[in-house]
């Protein structure tokens, strides 16, 4: 049974920084893809960023040079470095792997809250 565990979340001031961390396990195939999105209330869930296994990455635009995704492939863990949070940065954050066999999990969602 696959799991994704997320951690990191919580509370940050404005201009701070949080890391989110997603450890996967249950599979027997290798993680071809790895992600964050997140979801505020009344709002569709968005990506926010992703990273396939040879490491190339893509950000959503709103995050683009405030955010960084990594992965350790050994651990099957991705992370999100997140810096100079901004309120609009608040929502549920939800981790997202999609495995060789073309199966995609998502994680439980931990809540980021961005305020003074």
């Known amino acids: 049974q696959v799991r994704l565990v997320e951690s990191g979340g919580g509370l940050a001031q404005p201009g701070g920084s949080l890391r989110l961390s997603c450890v996967a396990s249950g599979s027997a195939y290798s993680i071809h893809h790895m992600g964050w999105y997140r979801q505020s209330p009344g709002k569709q869930r968005e990506l926010v960023a992703d990273?396939?296994?040879?490491?190339?990455?893509n950000y959503a635009d709103s995050v683009k040079g405030r955010f960084t995704i990594s992965s350790d492939n050994l651990e099957d863990t991705v992370y999100l470095q997140m810096n100079s949070l901004k309120p609009e940065d608040t929502a549920v954050y939800y981790c997202?792997?999609?495995?060789?066999?073309?199966?995609?999990?998502w994680g439980q969602g931990t809540q980021v809250t961005v305020s003074s």
């Open positions: 997202w792997v999609r495995y060789g066999d073309e199966r995609a999990y």
């Open positions: 990273i396939t296994a040879g490491g190339t990455t």
